[in-house]
């Protein structure tokens, strides 16, 4: 939930406690710590993964029953993932129904169950590679010896977790499988849901509304770290997860994005120090941007976008369970290089700069989805001008597009200057944050969030006391907020040139 390191001082310099000796290096010898705070993200992620899996499975089961066995192989595997603290005896006997039941299903598509990745987030074979990275996984853990007794209060909430499947899921699967095999009339006649089956529906779509947004706040959690340790040279992964004062490991329950922060009233457990809300506030505006992205460009077909394909169905089922990938590929673009525009205003709040590999590591992920997915940058350079387009090869096009993003970006920088809202504010990482901004959303984007970007400093520096202008909302740290407003208004905005 919180980083291994102290909080920096106003001037950007690290605290005393950063360099305390009772830090966060691994402690073993092997290639990865099984309970380290790589492997508790990667378990969360998992959990997000396997149950939105499960729920695209449950759908294909009226279609065709073998499907079963792919449902019960991902609900072993997710009941495993939560089960991840509990006595080796569950773990093991869970982990095993799993792998039986991934072999099984695995089987059942070489037979001819349809296995198209492009229709679907599951299949046999993501599931069978899903169960041997979990039995690597136990046996690691065997090995280093860890092993704790499950709680009382996890008992409860995986009771909790149970019940909501079975009541969500499972009963109406079980209602579609009994329905088929009775005689079906022939003459139909439409009735009003239920208000039970109405609460059934809305429940279910909570569920994968909360599935996305439980993805975008570990995405936080984990923004926060490389925020602070990246920049240092410190490790932001392979260690473990403790308090910067006291050293002591943090324990799982109170390692989950934002629940944990209000369960500890925003203290450790142990030595009652208290964790900076910066860390609560980044998992918070992590989780806004899945969630809001979620709901204006996910679930509508990208009905914000320009230029993007129109979907005659839209919502959750047709967008997500019957998955449009073009749609869901976009969604998670956008969602990325904004967390990636987070990341890099972190830093400046700090005055630290983004280490070379860090930075060229986030160009070169965002230009190669770019470059290699047709529908992740819609709007291409000859948009929205009056000129003609030339007739030039489609990559082509989608390099010159990211060609001009890119320079609109780096132009928009040079304006640095007239965004600060304090006299010695940093704007290190405005060019940066710009860039990832024009490759990703178009030249003809990046000119409108500038203009807002612009509209936003003078307001914050004409309107109101100091209260208006804290440290944190450095020049890149508003260019984020004028692209999250610009963004569910981009379809608007575009037609109004």
Known sequence: MFSTTAPTSDDGAPTSHSQDPRTTEPHSNLPWQVDSLWAEYLRMLLVSLVGCSLMATLVRISGDSRVIWLAAGYASVLAYLFAATGPLVLRGTLLSLGVLLSVTAYQQSQAGLPNSPREFFCN?????????????HECLRSVTGVSRRISPRQIALLVTAVLLLAYMIVLPTLESIWASTQAKPTNYT?????????????SAKAAV?????????????????????????????????ACPRCGNKIRRIDNIPLVSYLNLGGKCRDCQSTIPIRYFLVELATTGIFGSLFLYELVTGAANVPSFLHYSHTGILWMILYTKWPV??????????????????????????????????????????ALAAPHSVPVTLFEQIPIGAPELPAIVTRLLTVLAGASAGWALSMLAPLAKLRTHQASTSVALA????????????????????????????TVGSRRLRPRWL???MLMLSAAMLHHPAWKWLANLW
């Open 124 to 136: 046999a074979s993501v599931l069978l590679a899903i169960t041997a990275f979990l039995v690597m």
């Open 190 to 202: 439409l009735e009003e849901p239920t208000m039970m089956e109405h609460l059934r529906i809305r």
């Open 209 to 241: 509304f909360g599935v996305f947004a439980a993805f975008g706040a570990c995405f936080g959690s984990f923004l926060n770290v490389v925020a602070d340790s990246a920049p240092r040279g410190r490790s932001v992964a392979f260690r473990d997860s």
């Open 328 to 369: 869901m590929g976009l969604y998670l673009f956008h969602c990325m290089v904004f967390c990636f525009v987070l990341l890099v205003a972190l830093m400046e709040t700090d005055r630290l700069r983004c280490p070379a590999w860090l930075t060229t590591g986030m160009f070169v992920s965002t230009i190669a989805v």
């Open 434 to 461: 710009a860039m990832l901004l024009g490759i990703a959303l178009g030249w003809q984007a990046t000119f409108t969030i500038g203009v807002i970007w612009l509209a936003l400093a003078f307001a914050a520096r």
């Open 474 to 476: 450095t020049p890149s």
